[in-house]
């Protein structure tokens, strides 16, 4: 999501550090869809055991796409889908974003037998948050590109409270901005999410389709959501894996930055994936494909 600031203050660099982490795709029409309350529905394909793929900030489910047929014929796959991303309503006001759609996935998931979860951006936090309040619903999480604090990114000391003033001027931003202006700073962004250009349209189309409430609140909440404290006491086997590319001027700090925020969870396994933006199943899908492969199959 991009934000229009000064340029050159320090502010900039950060929300650009953070914004960088987000966006999305529409795709193609689902074949079959099971609505399970008013914050995900849930599309199911494919026959064996259960995987759970979340998409991340103003994402839809089509991010998944071909990762989910890639894995359709050795699993069952639950793609799903956040109300208020993409041209999904959002019906909930300014009410909070996360947690509800958290303790929606919460519920969704225990009517599965233990289900594997791999999580993108925005989703791969959702599923660090699930494992850390249900110990035992997941059998195991990886996140795409995904942090612990997202507010890490604008200091190696930052905290919840120190980056809350960026996280409201971000959400004021995405009320006040005017429909070209938005546009423009999709357009902005959509580069800074994957080097395919022939993939930028659909982050920039999901964006524009998105609720700007939902959007506002969600991103205020992701950037002050610190989830480290609960690490050191996690039992779920958890893979981290995240973009590297070394063409961006932030992605020389990639390596340092998830190696430092993810330290403290047991057994942890960090994974980076070389010559990729954020959209990692964009830029590198067989790769990812691979890492989730012995993800699922150690």
């Known amino acids: 999501m991009a934000i229009s600031t000064p340029v ?22 689902p074949e079959a869809r099971a609505d399970n309350g008013d914050r995900i529905s849930v599309e199911v394909v494919g026959q064996g055991p259960d995987v759970i793929l979340v998409p991340g900030y103003a994402s839809t489910r089509e991010v998944w796409r071909e990762t989910a047929n890639n894995l359709s014929a050795r699993y069952r ?52 948050k699930l494992a850390q309040d249900h110990p035992g619903l997941l059998t195991k999480v990886m996140s795409v590109d995904s942090l612990p604090f997202y507010g890490s990114l604008f200091s190696s000391t930052a905290t919840s409270e120190s980056v809350r003033p960026a996280a409201e001027q971000m959400r004021t931003a995405i009320l006040g901005a005017s429909d070209e202006m938005f546009r423009n700073q999709q ?4 580069v800074a999410m994957t080097l395919k250009e022939e993939r930028r349209a659909e982050i920039v189309d999901a964006s524009i389709a998105s609720d700007r409430q939902a959007l506002a609140t969600a991103i205020s909440e992701l950037v002050v959501t610190d989830l480290r404290e609960g690490l050191p006491s996690m039992t779920t086997p958890f893979w981290a894996v995240y973009a590297l590319d070394n063409s961006s001027p932030y992605g020389a700090k990639s390596a340092e930055v998830w190696t430092r925020e993810y330290k403290a969870l047991p057994n942890v396994r960090v994974e980076a994936v070389q ?7 964009f830029d590198q899908p067989e790769r990812l494909n691979a890492l989730i492969d012995a993800f699922l199959n150690p």
């Open 8 to 29: 050159g203050s320090v502010l900039v660099r950060a929300f650009v550090a953070i914004t960088a982490l987000f966006a999305a795709s529409v795709g193609a029409v």
């Open 77 to 128: 796959v639950h793609l799903v889908q956040l109300a208020g991303f993409g041209d999904v309503p959002w019906t909930h006001g300014d009410g909070p974003f996360l947690q509800p759609a958290i303790d929606e996935l919460a519920i969704y998931a225990g009517t599965l037998d233990r289900p594997a979860y791999i999580g993108h951006s925005m989703g791969g936090l959702m599923g660090l």
């Open 187 to 190: 357009g902005m962004t959509a």
């Open 275 to 281: 010559d990729s933006r954020h959209f990692i199943m």
